[in-house]
């Protein structure tokens, strides 16, 4: 079966420094994994996505993440934090073996950027 | 949020009674989904549906149905079985092939008293 781990529930980082928000996941085949943020009672929006090829992958509003097969890892982080960054970040992972099921989403993780 | 619109946006009901949520997409997308979002516990899986008439259970299908008859529409009902109904209510769509990302709605918040 297939789960992600957000191992914080919060992040709290200053405007200006760079900011990360962990995940790790568990999948039996290779994975695709993907970014989304949520703002206060909207849907989620999607920030990126990992399919296969560079490790780096780069989305919207200057966020990016980086995949790491042997951790089992695809971190996002941002170079410098906006207060405007403030809101849910939400990990998902479907496996590749199981074709084209539902994504499993982790618990996401509320960043809270400081001015 | 854009291509697909979910209503109302607040939605209030007694217990007892059963509600659908509604959940339109014009995006062309095969496949669609329910996730239930509840403080702390992320989003969970409710029910999916990959082709017109036909649609499998996810995680808390418990006291919840669905149906697709159109491509573009997949209600969502909350029955009066589901024992803690009030939460807010995504649904989404993507392409049927597995590298796509899902898109979502703006979400329902139900709430039952």
């Known amino acids: 079966a297939q789960s992600v781990a957000q191992p914080e529930d919060q992040v709290n980082v200053a405007e200006g420094n760079p900011l990360t928000v962990k995940c790790t996941y568990s999948?039996?085949?290779?994975?695709?994994l993907f970014w989304y943020v949520q703002y206060p009672n909207r849907g989620l929006q999607f920030l990126l996505k990992?399919?296969?090829?560079?490790?780096l992958v780069k989305g919207s509003y200057g966020f990016e993440a980086e995949f790491n097969k042997s951790q089992t890892s695809f971190h996002l982080k941002k170079p410098s934090a906006l207060v405007s960054d403030s809101a849910l970040y939400f990990c998902?992972?479907?496996?590749?073996?199981?074709?084209?099921?539902?994504?499993?989403f982790g618990k996401g993780t509320r960043l809270s950027v400081i001015a | 949020d854009g291509g697909i619109t979910q209503s109302p946006k607040y939605l209030f009901r007694k217990e007892g009674q059963n509600v659908t949520l509604s959940c339109e997409q014009n995006?062309?997308?095969?496949?669609m989904y329910w996730y239930r979002q509840d403080p702390g516990q992320g989003l969970r899986l409710i029910y999916y549906?990959?082709?017109?008439?036909?649609?499998q259970k996810g995680d808390i299908a418990e006291g919840y149905s669905v149906s697709r008859e159109k491509k573009e529409s997949f209600p969502l009902t909350v029955t009066s079985a589901q024992k803690n109904p009030t939460a807010f209510y995504l649904c989404?769509?993507?392409?049927?092939?597995?590298?796509?990302?899902?898109?979502f709605g703006p979400g329902t918040r139900l709430t039952v008293t």
């Open positions: 999948v039996s085949g290779n994975p695709y």
């Open positions: 995006l062309n997308h095969d496949a």
């Open positions: 989404a769509s993507s392409i049927r092939t597995e590298v796509y990302e899902q898109y």
């Open positions: 549906s990959q082709i017109v008439n036909d649609f």
């Open positions: 990992y399919i296969t090829g560079d490790n």
């Open positions: 998902a992972v479907r496996d590749i073996v199981g074709g084209n099921t539902p994504l499993v």
